[in-house]
């Protein structure tokens, strides 16, 4: 590895042993201590250069930025700001995600700042190799880069150069890092605003008060969207607005089968307004309209005034009760009866756990027991939703044939359903269900539970908070019955078949992440022949169907969720939940509550892929798919041609998404080559193949 000399005009290359330039003779090395490689960027006023830092053990790597100008006149004011923004560097620096702040300085009339440097791609190259950016990763570059906008602005610095390519996401935390404060820029174009010149960096992301040298804070935000409305469009700025119409019509440049809901739209637009005063006036601002602040609750209406004592009538023989013998001993319903069905609750289960909130919600605890003693009730009648058609797990078998030789067993489910939206209360659930496994061998074991036969309204409905378009419309689907993963598929289970471990989370019994829907089928493949069973992914109305498990809340748990409950961004709640833990990371299958069919961790931790491709919506699926939702949708399924056949279908969100991205019914597209490390997948067994 070379030296490079950073004097100019020199820039001769020279050996890593060397301390002075064997061409100039002036000292390779800044403040002794940072090493220059190569360069890695030039602009109007300033060098960047990648670094080693050989002050430290590690000798990490670092940057270097040099001031650099062609006008002597721009010298002692530019110097002057360069020193003043390296002094709000420093300030900045104790951010993470802002380059720390190694050494700023002056060495033989030159002029430094060294920084930390980032390892990871800027957004501009994300996008140039993974392709468009969906409504999902816009809202967490919203979600991630306001905060630090807002922080920034507290300290009076404003950036005044937010595009792609100055956004990093770092490739040790996949959390994103605004780089290049443009202390050059800064100096410079201060001095040039005093000249009436309007000399910035970036004009396609600028807006229009700092093309004429009067930036705002809000400028930044207005770098910010355009930056958004590049990243879903990959088109220039400048032709994403229509100077004739006088407004932005990136609208019309979105490609078939992306989706923008209307919330997302709104903001952008306010993001990008050409007017100060309909623009966002802070990153705040927005965050607040993103995450509206909960309603304060409506008042109680009064009590009604007792009634007056009537004269006491006996009254009229109901007809007796009759015992319901097909549910299992429960009381049914008798012919001209008002009692409901009724489902009663064993809370002596729950003695000793000692981890039940004062509101009875279930935490992070579930009890695991070969007592088939208790087979309980048949839940499903006992959650009071409009699903009488929804499947039992009471039911008989009916391919006994697809689990042969396989053993079977059982366990208990302690679990929480009808959480109000503010995730307190709900109702508890204590059931035994049996449970089949399949022996991979070296004591990995892969367990199965039934998803019986059933029909169920897919999609979600119209009033449901952030909904998107593609969400709807909500329809009937009958699923047939066949098995399901009762965890995500473990590192362990994939490596054991494949013989690798792509995850960057790394731990036996944690999902494996980081696998494309290609990987994933590959692994279905495999464990098929190795086994003689058909595996493989589940279609879209079967994931749907086993989330739901006759649920039709926003998720199974009720209306919203927590983080003792499903691993996600905990910073980002749903309806009225609190913000909560943040985890960064996914965590052991099976450590969260299940929901009443006994499948764990269907929100959140990895996203799962499907083996369906992306359609837009539901307008288009045909009575045949309606019928039998064990059929993927698909082109080979249907007549109609899916939104882009690169895309597969990807359900319930991951450790790193906001709460609303896990919902039972919210959907995204994902290519079918695209590992990430939010991304892994549940297997079924098939009771036939398509």
């Known amino acids: ?273 050409q007017p100060l005063g309909k623009r966002f006036a802070s990153a705040q601002e927005v965050l607040t309209a993103i995450h509206p602040p909960p309603q304060p609750p409506k008042p109680k209406p009064a009590e009604p005034k007792r009634p007056e004592p009537r004269p006491y009538k006996e009254p009229e023989r109901k007809k007796p009760l009759k015992i319901d013998s097909t549910a299992g001993g429960r009381l049914g319903r008798a012919s001209g009866s008002s009692l409901a069905p009724g489902w009663k609750l064993d809370r002596r289960a729950f003695i000793g756990l000692g981890v039940l909130a004062a509101a009875g919600v279930v935490g992070r605890q579930f009890l695991i027991s070969q007592d088939s003693s208790n087979s309980g009730e048949n839940l499903e009648d006992s959650l009071n939703l409009p699903t009488q058609s929804c499947g039992s797990l009471d039911n008989p078998i009916q391919n006994p044939d697809v689990v042969a030789g396989l053993r079977s067993g059982f366990h208990r489910v302690q679990t929480v359903i009808n959480l109000d939206s503010s995730g307190q209360g709900g109702q508890q659930i204590d059931r035994t269900i049996t449970h089949w496994v399949e022996d991979l061998g070296n004591e990995i074991l892969l367990h199965l539970v039934r998803i019986p036969a059933g029909t169920f309204t897919m999609g979600s409905p119209n009033s449901e908070a952030d909904r998107g378009s593609d969400e709807g419309p909500q329809h009937e689907v009958y699923v047939p019955e066949f098995w399901m993963g009762q965890f995500e598929v473990t590192q362990a289970q994939y490596e054991r078949i494949t013989g690798q471990n792509p995850s960057r989370f790394q731990g036996a019994e944690n999902p494996v992440d980081s696998v494309s829907w290609d990987n994933a089928v590959d692994f279905c493949e495999a464990l098929s022949q190795r086994t003689g069973r058909s595996y493989g992914l589940p279609s879209e109305a079967q994931w749907e169907y086993a989330c739901r498990a006759c649920t039709q809340t926003p998720f199974h748990f009720g209306e919203t969720i927590t983080p003792d409950l499903v691993n996600y961004n905990g910073s980002y709640p749903y309806a009225n939940a609190p913000k909560e833990e943040y985890r960064g990371e996914t965590t052991l299958v099976g450590d969260f509550p299940p929901n009443p069919w006994g499948l764990h961790n269907m929100h959140g931790n990895v996203w799962e892929w499907c083996a369906d491709q992306y359609y837009e919506n539901y307008n288009q699926k045909h009575d045949g798919l309606r019928q039998d939702g064990s059929i993927p949708w698909t082109e080979n399924s249907s007549s109609v041609s899916p939104s882009n056949d690169k895309l597969r279908i990807l359900r319930g969100g991951s450790w790193n998404n906001n709460a609303r991205y896990t919902r039972s019914a919210y959907r995204i597209g994902g290519r079918h080559d695209d590992p990430s490390d939010i991304r892994g997948f549940r297997l079924i067994l098939r009771v036939r193949i398509f």
């Open 1 to 273: 590895m070379t030296t490079l000399c950073i004097h100019h005009p020199c820039e001769h290359q020279n050996p890593d042993t060397a301390h002075t330039c064997q061409a100039c003779g002036k000292p390779l090395r800044i403040h002794n201590q940072f090493r220059p490689i190569h360069q890695i960027g030039q602009g109007g006023f300033g060098r960047t250069f990648r670094a080693i830092d050989e002050g430290k053990p590690s000798r990490p790597y670092c940057v270097i930025k040099q001031l650099f100008f062609q006008n002597p006149a721009l010298k002692r004011e530019s110097i002057r700001f360069f020193e003043q923004e390296a002094v709000q560097l420093e300030r900045l620096g104790d951010d993470a995600q802002i380059p720390s702040l190694f050494w700023n300085g002056e060495e033989d009339g030159d002029y430094y700042i060294v920084q930390a440097y980032i390892d990871g791609q800027n957004l501009a190259q994300e996008l140039q190799e993974s392709g468009l950016f969906n409504e999902e990763k816009i809202w967490q570059v919203l979600e991630e880069l306001l905060p630090l906008l807002q922080r920034i602005h507290n300290v009076k610095v404003i950036h005044r150069d937010i595009k792609p390519e100055n956004i990093i996401r770092r490739r040790f935390d996949r959390r994103l890092v605004l780089v290049d404060f443009g202390a050059v820029k800064i100096a410079t174009e201060t001095a040039l605003a005093k000249t009436g010149k309007s000399i910035i960096g970036s004009a396609e992301f600028a807006a229009p008060e700092q093309l004429r040298g009067k930036p705002e804070f809000a400028s930044d935000l207005y770098g910010l969207g355009v930056t958004c409305l590049y990243l879903i469009t990959r088109i220039s700025p400048f032709d994403l607005y229509s100077d004739r119409q006088g407004e932005w019509v990136w609208r019309d440049f979105l490609p078939p089968g992306q989706r923008i809901s209307p919330k997302l739209g709104q903001i952008l637009d306010k993001l990008v307004a």
